[in-house]
């Protein structure tokens, strides 16, 4: 079976730190990978998605960034974190079987003070 | 462009009462649905999801939702609220179709259910 792994689970940073989130996928090849972020009375904003290696589409324009350097792992970034940045990320994949429908990892609570 | 309505930001219920979620979507192609759920603290959990056939659609826990074209809605039901329900629900549909590499998912802004003893 699929499980999706996302870590830390909770981070602390100061404004201006830099920031790697890794999300990491095992039980399936070549998955549709995409980060989401979670603000408080915001709902879910679709951040980056993936299709394969190296190649990384931006929903919205921001502090971030992401990377996909292998197969199951996704990684999202910032060189210098603001106030904003502050939120739940959620990591989620999808299979090429079903590519609709998208499985959630457990997130990383993010607070950026 | 596709979207989700999910009428309602809080809804509270008994402890066995019926519990019904109201989502309502926009589609500019047959549309794919689901329903997620989301525990304090935690990701989101696929409860159920319709993509063709049957439009009375059953998920895990003893939800179920009904596609009802005509009225462009995606409303989830439980006959008997649990303590353990309570929790965030999120309605979403997919820009999926065919040849697409990627479906995207667009979600309502969620309506968090309360269950009263």
């Known amino acids: 079976s699929q499980t999706i792994h996302q870590w830390p689970a909770t981070l602390v940073q100061p404004v201006g730190s830099p920031l790697s989130l890794e999300c990491t996928v095992e039980g399936t090849s070549n998955p549709n990978l995409y980060w989401y972020r979670q603000a408080a009375g915001r709902g879910l904003q679709l951040l980056f998605y993936s299709v394969g290696i190296g190649q990384i589409s931006s929903e919205v324009p921001q502090n971030l960034s992401a990377s996909r350097p292998q197969d199951r792992q996704f990684i999202l970034s910032s060189k210098k974190l603001l106030l904003s940045d502050s939120g739940f990320y959620l990591c989620?994949?999808?299979?090429?079987?079903?590519?609709?429908?998208?499985?959630f990892g457990p997130g990383t609570r993010l607070l950026v003070l | 462009a596709q979207s989700v309505t999910q009428l309602g930001s809080h809804v509270s219920v008994s402890e066995g009462a019926l519990v019904l979620l109201r989502c309502n979507y926009s589609s500019s192609v047959p549309p794919y649905l689901f329903w997620y759920v989301q525990y304090p603290n935690q990701g989101l959990q696929l409860l159920l999801k319709y993509t063709t056939g049957a439009t009375l659609v059953k998920g895990i826990n003893g939800f179920e939702a009904e596609f009802k074209k005509s009225e462009t809605s995606f409303h989830l039901t439980k006959p008997s609220a649990h303590m353990s329900d309570a929790a965030e629900y999120f309605c979403a549909v997919s820009d999926q179709h065919r040849g697409s590499t990627l479906g995207r998912l667009y979600f309502g802004r969620g309506t968090q259910l309360t269950v009263w003893p």
């Open positions: 989620a994949w999808s299979g090429r079987a079903q590519k609709e429908t998208q499985y």
